[in-house]
């Protein structure tokens, strides 16, 4: 996928895991967790949904490469997804 | 009509999802009801048929009074008050007035309603959208300005939360007793636990953290249970409200009924299921009410100590805070450890400060062994 693939991924998980946030403007920079005020089930739901979209097997090592937009492109894109 | 809850005087009916006439069977849902905290859908407890609504949409209904008669096929109906009937929450967002030609995020919707403001009144960003940063830009920019005292108008979900804990504050002679717990073995075994499950199955630490905190009640039944008309009832399980903050602002405590009797696995689905509800609100009535006890976890990267306020009639809360890498002593020799700060609120006029450290120290040696607690 390329990267506009990538973040349309992302944002689709996103909102399939808040649906509230569904047509949210979501900045790439910042975390969701500071700008969504997700807690720990909110970004472990996220980190299932990427896994189940993706088909890439996510350690919990690697949570913290994932915290915003950017960072899941940059992850995903250097897994080949 | 049914209370939600301490702090729920009176719902206004929405629409009714049954007609009188209508075979309606237990767990079905009757009407929808608004209050403070959101929309409740109201579910039946029983079998029967709708033989009468007595209220209308848009009527205000204090507690305890009837609104739909059930005939149950027995010799009289019986009006479906309290004991026939459960609230359930549910903040759907389609129940906002549609804006034509904008849409309307149910984030920001939800935010504005609580915030008390016409969602027709808010600048839309270029494309034609509502989201939650066009809400707070117009609350921002609108807001009146502050009284003599500093103080401006309580939104609702927050007058709700205020109402009730200042009757806690009134009523309950709160006592407070804490401790830090080393937590390093209960996140070591999750560590291990959580690389042989798959990503879908991963542990939560909150999951084998309330088990724990569940089981230890059991065993300090002073703190779980309800407390009315000055007599203590202990509960024979721990149901356990959970507290989860609202996106935008905000608390609920829905319940997770029989926590010490679920495997990890049971509770981690339940804990899953209830967090998504709440965040697409719907709630059911059962899990609104009926809490014997409350857990309130701050998570990860909050704070260190949480001083919680007991949600009456419970006579307990328990509040964790984060877990914070520490030097500690142990085996005589300092150690980085993993330590939570763990705090019992308790009610007096049922324990004493004893009872919270027995069950806190009780806590710290199950949290040591967490492969057999």
Redesign the interface.
């Known amino acids: 996928m390329n990267d506009l693939e990538l973040t349309d991924m992302v944002k689709r998980v996103l909102f399939d895991v ?8 979501v900045d790439p920079d910042i975390p969701f ?1 500071e700008q ?2 997700f ?4 970004f ?2 996220f ?2 949904g990427l ?2 979209a993706s088909g890439i ?2 350690p ?1 090592a690697d949570y913290p490469q994932l915290a915003g937009l950017d960072d899941c492109v940059a992850y995903l894109k250097a897994r080949n997804v | 009509m049914p209370s939600l809850g301490a702090d729920m005087d009176e719902g206004t009916l929405v629409e009714w999802l049954k007609q009188p006439g209508d075979r309606i069977h237990k767990g079905d849902i009757l009407a929808v009801v608004e209050t403070q905290k959101g929309a409740i859908e109201i579910e039946v407890f029983s079998d029967g048929v709708l033989r009468d609504c007595l209220a209308n949409p848009g009527d205000r209904v204090p507690v305890g009074e009837v609104i739909a008669m059930l005939d149950s096929g027995k010799a009289s109906a019986a009006p479906t008050g309290n004991a026939a009937l459960a609230p359930v929450a549910d903040a759907r ?1 389609s129940l906002e007035p549609l804006v034509p030609g904008r ?1 309307v ?4 919707r ?1 935010l504005a309603r609580e915030s008390g403001m016409d969602i027709s009144r808010i600048v839309p ?1 270029g494309t034609g ?1 509502v ?3 066009q809400v707070r830009t117009h609350a921002e920019t609108t807001a009146p300005p502050a009284g003599p005292t500093g103080r401006t108008d309580l939104k609702e979900m927050r007058k709700a939360i205020a109402a009730a804990m200042a009757r806690s504050k009134r009523e309950i002679p709160h006592y407070y007793v804490s401790s830090d717990i080393d937590v390093t073995a209960l996140m070591d075994w999750l ?1 291990k636990e ?2 042989a499950r798959s ?2 199955d ?1 542990l ?1 630490y ?1 999951v084998p953290l309330f088990g724990i905190l569940a089981r230890t009640l059991l065993e300090t039944p002073e703190l779980n249970g309800h407390y009315e008309a000055g007599e203590f009832s202990p509960s024979q399980s721990v149901h356990a409200g959970i507290a ?2 609202m ?2 602002g905000g608390l609920i405590a829905p319940a997770i009924r029989n926590v010490a009797g679920k495997s990890l696995d049971e509770l981690r689905l339940s ?2 299921d209830l ?2 509800r709440v ?3 719907r709630l059911r009535s059962s899990e609104l009410s009926g809490a014997s006890v409350t857990f309130s976890n701050l ?3 909050t704070a260190d100590t949480l001083m919680p306020i007991i949600y009456p009639p419970q006579v307990a809360i328990i509040g964790c805070g984060q877990i914070a890498t520490r030097p500690w002593v142990k085996d005589g020799e300092v150690q980085i450890r993993q330590i939570m700060s763990i705090t019992v609120a308790g009610d007096h006029r049922v324990s004493d400060g004893r009872s919270a450290a027995r069950f806190l120290s009780r806590l710290e040696k199950h949290l040591a062994t967490p492969e057999v607690s």
Request: glycine content about 10%; hydrophobic content about 40%; charged content about 25%.
């Open positions: 808040a649906p509230d946030l569904e047509g949210e403007t967790r969504f005020e807690d720990s089930m909110d472990l739901n980190i299932i896994h189940q097997q996510i919990e | 967002a849409k995020t149910p984030a920001a939800r960003d959208v989201g939650l940063q560590a959580n690389a990503v879908a991963r939560l909150a989860i903050a996106r935008g804990l899953t967090v998504g965040r697409s609100g998570g990860e990267n």
